[in-house]
């Protein structure tokens, strides 16, 4: 995100390099990146607590 913000176009990561073609190129990789990560997290829906005083 950072790289689009600043208008760069080619991003170099662990030895990797990507040159995109435009900003709606890095839009839409980063928004499948979004959705992948989104889909891979798990939601807690209930909590439930339960104690005692030992007695």
Known sequence: MAAR?????TVEYDGKRVTYSSDGEIAAALA???RQIAGATDRISVVRIQSSKGL
């Open 32 to 34: 499948d990146l979004n």
């Open 5 to 9: 913000y600043q208008g760069v176009r």
